[in-house]
Every structure is written in structure tokens, then in C-alpha cells.
């Protein structure tokens, strides 16, 4: 529920060449079984006017990347350097990546890194900032 409400709110960058309407496409990467289940019940789901398609990561193919068991501050900036909303762990916003989903007192809360953020062209609302337990910007 927590990804679904963060896609309903954060602004994703359009292809230059994508039609209005295509699908936003949620790819998972390294996501544990629960994650990927979780996950998967996102499919068919509307947001922000498009149809969440959940999918396994294939490079140059994501609007969204979850990344469930994090992955390396260099994957992580290459994906936002692609315009790719990255999702991960704890460490996330300290290896580059826009959005770290971390538990704090038995809820899960989001961090952002707004120089990624601003990097891939991804707008997070300040509705959404004041609900961070922590904001990196540099």
C-alpha cells in the first residue's frame, strides 16, 4: 500500500516519445518473495491516469524500480539518470537512490534524496516531504 500511495503523489517524467495512456510500468528488482506478492497485487491499478503494470526488471523498459534487497550506489544513479523512480531500503538515499522505504517504530516511512530526485526529473510534492522521516539534499 505504501508504493501505491507514493505513485498516486509523485510526478514521473513522460518519454518523449510515449503515448499518453501507456502504462506505468513497476519493475521489480532482487524483491524477496513477500515483496514481490505485495507487489504484484498493484497490477491493473490506476494512478495518476495510468494502469500499474507490475513487472521483472529488464533495463531501459521501467518507469519505477523496486529494488527489494538494495542494490549499489552506481545501479542506483544509473537508474536515475534514466528518469527512473528508484524504490529501496534504508540505505537507498545515501547510495543515490530517490526514495528508501525504512521502519521506524513498527511503521514503514519514507526518505528522499532530492538531488536524484531532481536528476531523473522526478517532482516530489511538499505534501509528500512533510511526511519524510529524512531528506537528503546536497
Known sequence: A?????LKFV???RGANEPKGVALRLCLLDA???QESALRTLNGRSVQGRIISVVD???NACHVV????GVGAGRLRALADQGVLTIDG??????EGIVGLVTLD???RFEFNLDSARRANIRIPAQLLKLASRIKAD
Do not use: K, S
Open 2 to 6: 505504501i508504493v501505491y500511495n507514493l
Open 11 to 13: 510526478e514521473l517524467p
Open 32 to 34: 524477496t518473495v513477500a
Open 57 to 59: 526488471y529488464a533495463a
Open 66 to 69: 523496486y529494488a527489494g534487497n
Open 90 to 95: 534504508p540505505a537507498a538515499i545515501d547510495n
Open 106 to 108: 513498527q511503521r514503514i
